[in-house]
């Protein structure tokens, strides 16, 4: 199983973006669905994610101007993103795990111009 995500680009300060993430085939017995990025030269860090049963969760920086959806019949995840900063500017990559994998995309980037 693949995972794609699309959504990402180049806005300025203060913009919007949504990321889109989709596998191209059927994960069963999903136990989290995520958004991790990582910005040159730092660590790859948990954006937001959610737990079989509905709990969500994000990390500070994002509180209160990221939310993460989800519509997991159709295996998608989504990353809604407001008033972005530029330290947003991160490759972003979607991350969702069952049972027995980990699955990840290959990661969109996001670039936040001030």
């Known amino acids: 199983v693949q995972l794609v995500e699309s959504g990402g680009g180049l806005v300025q300060a203060g913009g919007s973006l949504r990321l889109s993430c989709s596998a191209d085939?059927?994960?069963?017995?999903?136990?989290?669905m995520a958004w991790h990025r990582q910005a040159p030269g730092k660590q790859r860090e948990l954006v937001a994610q959610?737990?079989?049963?509905?709990?969500?969760s994000y990390a500070d920086s994002v509180k209160g101007r990221f939310t993460i959806t989800s519509d997991n019949a159709k295996n998608m995840v989504y990353l809604q993103m407001i008033s972005l900063k530029p330290e947003d500017t991160a490759v972003y990559y979607c991350?969702?795990?069952?049972?027995?994998?980990?699955?990840w995309g290959q990661g969109t980037q996001v670039t936040v111009s001030s």
């Open positions: 959610i737990i079989s049963g509905g709990s969500v």
């Open positions: 085939g059927n994960i069963s017995s999903i136990s989290t």
């Open positions: 991350n969702i795990e069952d049972r027995l994998w980990s699955y």
